[in-house]
Nanobody, 121 residues
């Protein structure tokens, strides 16, 4: 089986920073795209940032210039550095990875359990 475990959420004041981490463990052959999503109360889950296995990235317009996604392939880990945080960034943040398990031909998308980020004074 494969498990994704997130960490790094918490309470931060407006203008502050947080760094989220998400590590995959288990039976893994390779990991393609890694993503961060978020869901605020009463809103749909939205894609925040994504990074391919080749290192290409894309961001939601609302976080461009403030958030940075990165990955460490040796550690099966994706990071989200969040700077200049705003109250509207408050949400549960989820990681998501397309993982190819040994002996399979098609990657499957796995999700983390979510970590709360609250931006408030």
């Amino acid at each position: 089986q494969v498990q994704l475990v997130e960490s790094g959420g918490g309470l931060v004041q407006p203008g502050g920073s947080l760094r989220l981490s998400c590590t995959a463990s288990g039976s893994i052959f390779s990991i393609n795209t890694m993503r961060w999503y978020r869901q605020a109360p009463g809103k749909q889950r939205e894609l925040v940032a994504a990074i391919t296995s080749g290192g290409s990235t894309n961001y939601a317009d609302s976080v461009k210039g403030r958030f940075t996604i990165s990955r460490d392939n040796d550690k099966n880990t994706v990071y989200l550095q969040m700077n200049s945080l705003k109250p509207e960034d408050t949400a549960v943040y989820y990681c998501n990875m397309d993982i190819l398990r040994p002996g399979t031909l098609v990657p499957y998308t796995y999700w983390g359990q979510g970590t709360q980020v609250t931006v408030s004074s």
